[in-house]
């Protein structure tokens, strides 16, 4: 409302804790999954790979999900680059922290270090709900550019009928770019755990 504008301590927070929030939300969402139709940025996915199994296609039994990580990293280093980051759905990491080996340990504890990060084959695993559920994607991600246009741009004005309902629209935006040679697409990969188990699993 206009009177909101007055007190601008309190316009202030609510910029800070609301909109420019939900920009950062877009902003990862458009980096991870973005089609690059219209004003959608293209995301890491629609840049990356498909899962080819590496050399462990058909070559694992009772493959999981730690046992696709290893053969993304494998993937990876073929296409000559370093795995670095894997980007895996919030939900579907705590799930895969379930998994545990004949004795009852948790797998994923052989993968984490002191501080609580998940690291396989040199590649962190990164949990983010930009990514949908049971999906993987990334690499190398030192292949991935992004540029950013500008910062965080504000605007106060009206829109619409909010001059006779005594209303501001406030317009918060970021403009910036993504991209990947096409020369280093091979270096990011993709998949779905249950499709990737699949691939590796002996026949």
Do not use: W
């Amino acid at each position: 409302t206009t009177e909101m504008l007055a007190d601008a301590s309190q316009l202030a927070s609510y910029v800070e804790s609301s909109l420019i929030k939900r920009v950062v939300i877009e902003r990862e969402n458009q980096l991870m999954i973005g089609d690059g139709t219209g004003n959608n940025l293209t995301g890491l996915r629609t840049y990356a790979t498909a899962f080819t199994g590496a050399g462990l296609a058909l070559a694992v039994d009772n493959a999981n999900e730690f046992d696709v990580m290893i053969a993304v990293a494998t993937q990876v280093e073929l296409a000559h680059g370093i795995p670095t980051a894997l980007f895996v759905n919030t939900g579907t990491l705590a799930r895969i922290k379930t998994l545990k080996a004949t004795d009852g340990i948790p797998l994923y504890k052989q993968y984490t270090d002191i501080l609580g990060e998940m690291t396989v084959n040199g590649m962190k695993i990164v949990p983010t709900t930009a990514v949908p559920a049971g999906e993987f994607f990334g690499g190398d991600t030192s292949v991935v550019k992004v540029l950013l246009r500008t910062g965080v741009d504000i605007q106060i004005g009206m829109d619409g009928n909010d001059f006779t309902n005594n209303l501001k629209t406030i317009l918060v935006e970021q403009r910036l770019v993504q991209f990947v040679s096409a020369n280093d697409t091979q270096c990011l990969v993709k998949g779905t755990f249950a499709a990737a188990k699949t691939a590796l699993e002996t026949t």
